[in-house]
């Protein structure tokens, strides 16, 4: 790497990070974070739609991975030694920096989580004109006390 190539390995690095920061973490979110609280809230909840939730955690995780390994793809071909290695390392340098977002103890995990999936817990039995963004708004998230779960659903 040559001293002309200094700029661009910044230049790079701060692309990398910015990728994995705005698009990356996202993907690591839903697969460390959401699945565990999908598994959690199906115990507290029984109604509570599984597959609607695994259906956008895959979808979510999916089209994050596609788009970095696109770029990613992208910078190895095209660029040069110090582009690749600072792209790498901003890559890596977001992740490490991440690392406390992905848990599924984190509470800003806790909430985003329950604004996303608020449609695919049950209406209440005791408003038939519940919504999600009913719940949403008033915040009952959890499943009603007494709640049957023996439709099936």
Do not use: W
């Not at 790079?12 to 839903?30: C, D, E, K, R």
């Not at 992740?95 to 989580?113: D, W």
């Amino acid at each position: 790497m040559s001293f002309n190539d200094v700029p661009f390995f910044f230049g790079s690095a701060a692309g990398g990070f910015i990728l994995m920061a705005a698009v990356g973490i996202q993907a690591a979110v839903a697969l460390f974070s959401s699945i565990p609280l999908t598994r959690r809230r199906k115990e507290t909840c029984p109604d509570f739609n599984i597959r609607a939730a695994y259906r956008r955690i895959a979808q979510v995780s999916s089209l994050s991975i596609i788009l970095c390994a696109v770029v990613t793809a992208l910078v190895i071909h095209f660029g040069s030694t110090g582009i690749i290695a600072g792209y790498g390392l901003g890559f890596i340098l977001a992740f490490a920096l991440n690392l406390k977002r992905m848990s599924p103890n984190n509470e800003q995990n806790r909430k985003s989580y329950e604004e996303s999936y608020a449609d695919c817990y049950p209406a209440s039995d005791a408003n038939p004109d519940d919504t999600a963004a009913h719940k949403r708004a008033v915040g009952g998230f959890e499943c009603a006390e007494g709640e049957d779960s023996s439709d099936g659903q």
